[in-house]
């Protein structure tokens, strides 16, 4: 999220971005808050059958990723649920595919989890057929907002409150016959899971929102004051406004500038971003910094370690 807040940062004085970036940050607080329910109430989960709880579960299969709320693996199935905070009055419409709440008289559509639901299913089957065949996969979506009411629910496929959620789970797998896994071979299934975990990480904002790299306010960050366009003079960095000196401002800029702009970075994109004249102060902190370098057809440029 630190992205989000530095894309926030960046935007000019009254941009209308502004508004919807701050619903996304609260959008996604929200999400996070509603897994870590998901998991402290599955707590309560008790089935005859050994199973394992695994929550964010980030992974890769090939150049497929997906980031999983929560996964139940158990003795005979494995369950993923995806969690959904999303308060007001929710209607799942199936005739056409869409899923909408309404809040105060007006009705906000939201995209269906249902779809998202699918994915990651076919995706589990997936990392488990070579190792696991034989388990079946299965799911639900979990709506953990406290102040949610389903008035249309899907008839084909699960979507339960977080209050029922463990007597649910305990549901789904009491009616999927008989158990085929001990616990250690869950724990070899955990192990799979920590084996092909890939961070889940979100392409530059800019390119992510299709924000125009003109709505970006340029320049290096005061960590006193806040101020963008602290001045290079010499070794160190001096803010406009403060007075204050920092030697690395820079670095928070660079950070910045991968978060939003782009992956790689040149001396050119540096001296524009930082606002720095000198090719070869800007070269000198770009090489000092913790960096990868990179050369290609007499281009240079540098990624993150
Ligand atoms: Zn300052």
Not at 272 to 294: P, T, W
Request: hydrophobic share 35%; net charge positive.
């Amino acid at each position: 999220m630190s992205g989000h807040f530095a894309l926030l940062k960046r935007l000019r004085d009254g941009s209308e971005l502004s508004d919807f970036i701050r619903e996304e940050i609260r959008k996604i607080d929200a999400g996070v808050r509603g897994e870590e329910r998901v998991f402290e109430r599955l707590k309560e989960l008790r089935l005859v059958g050994a199973f394992r709880v695994f929550s964010d579960v980030c992974l890769v299969l090939d150049e497929w990723k997906v980031q999983i709320d929560c996964l139940v693996v158990t003795d005979r199935c494995c369950i993923v649920l995806e969690s959904k905070n999303i308060s007001g009055r929710l209607y799942f419409n199936e005739e056409l595919d869409e899923f909408y709440k309404e809040e105060n008289g007006t009705e906000t559509p939201i995209s269906n989890p249902y779809f998202q639901l699918m994915r990651h299913i076919r995706f589990m089957k997936e990392f488990l057929r070579k190792t696991h065949p034989q388990m079946k996969v299965t799911g639900a979506v979990i709506m953990t907002a406290k102040s949610c009411r389903i008035m249309q629910k899907p008839t084909h496929y699960s979507i339960y409150k977080l209050e029922s959620m463990v007597e649910r789970v305990t549901q789904i797998y009491n009616s999927s016959g008989v158990a085929s896994f001990s616990g250690e071979e869950l724990d070899v299934v955990g192990k799979l899971l920590e084996e092909n975990r890939s961070p889940f990480e979100y392409p530059p904002l800019c390119e992510y929102y299709r924000i125009n790299a003109s709505e970006i306010r340029l320049g290096v960050e005061c960590p006193g004051c806040g101020v963008l366009g602290m001045r290079r003079t010499g070794k160190t960095w001096t803010c406009t406004s403060c007075n204050k000196r920092d030697r690395n401002a820079h670095k928070k800029a660079v950070d910045d500038y991968f978060l939003l702009i782009n992956n790689r970075i040149t001396n050119r994109d540096f001296r524009k971003f930082c606002m720095v004249e000198s090719i070869y102060a800007a070269s000198r902190m770009l090489g000092n910094m913790d960096l990868q370098m990179h050369k290609a057809g007499g281009k240079t440029y540098y990624t993150k370690k």
